[in-house]
């Protein structure tokens, strides 16, 4: 099975929109592993800007997904502000799928819908894995829909300095601290039909302002609402 992976031989990329990114970090080299990418400057700071204006009066508490019923609900254990939008609702989110589809060589057909989160100060997210656990009953839903989530790209659209920082206590504790437009990508590939679970990570917790986020997990099937892009 393939997945979804950055080159990271290629250290600066620009994209068909003219846009240019850099590889900043990263972590994992074999296919068969992890990988771990931090790319500088992914969106711009009127992008980011644009974001937060599309989703800042749409916002809902954020919920979590039962392992048990397999539905959403509020927990304690993500303390945040969050909305859903289909990536070609906007010009914007358009683009920067194009972007995501040609840096992972995956198609934005197979992207979940994006999702704007908002943390305030105490906001955080404890320490989870974004992939569907096949054991569990609850998820057979959703597996049967979109597939295993293969991958996760993660903008920061604000710095959140001293607080924040995207955790990953199961790599070596390996860290990365919100900077405005800067993006993490992640992977979980694993083996006999089980993702990696060694990406168990957390979003540390706010300690003055807000921490703004836009996500989208890459999946092993095609989004049944999704629409192909087209410039």
Same mark, same amino acid.
């Given at each position: ?15 068909? %929109? ?26 711009? %700071? ?83 894995? %974004? ?101």
């Amino acid at each position: 099975m393939t997945y979804p992976r950055i080159d990271i031989h290629e250290g600066s990329i620009r994209f068909a %929109d003219g846009h240019r990114t850099r590889v900043l970090s990263y972590r994992g080299l074999p296919e068969s592993t992890p990988q771990v990418v931090v790319l500088e400057h992914f969106l711009t %700071d009127a992008e980011c800007d644009e974001l937060i204006e599309l989703a800042e009066n749409k916002l809902e508490p954020a919920e979590v997904v039962s392992s048990r019923t397999g539905q959403g609900f509020v927990s304690p254990a993500r303390v945040a502000e969050a909305v859903e939008f289909a990536g070609a609702r906007y010009d914007l989110t358009r683009k920067i799928e194009a972007r995501i589809e040609a840096m992972t060589h995956w198609p934005s057909t197979h992207f979940q819908h994006f999702q704007m989160i908002r943390y305030g100060v105490g906001g955080q997210y404890r320490p989870h894995h %974004d992939c569907y656990n096949p054991d569990m009953p609850a998820f057979r839903e959703i597996l049967q829909t979109n597939g295993q989530r293969l991958a996760t790209f993660l903008m920061y659209l604000n710095d959140c300095p001293r607080s924040g920082a995207t955790a990953f206590p199961r790599l070596d504790g390996l860290f990365v601290c919100p900077q405005k437009g800067n993006a993490l990508f992640f992977s979980y590939p694993g083996s006999g039909g089980k993702p990696d679970i060694s990406c168990l990570h957390a979003a540390g917790p706010v300690f003055e302002g807000h921490k703004w986020i836009a996500t989208t997990w890459l999946c092993e099937r095609e989004n049944p609402s999704s629409t192909p892009i087209k410039f």
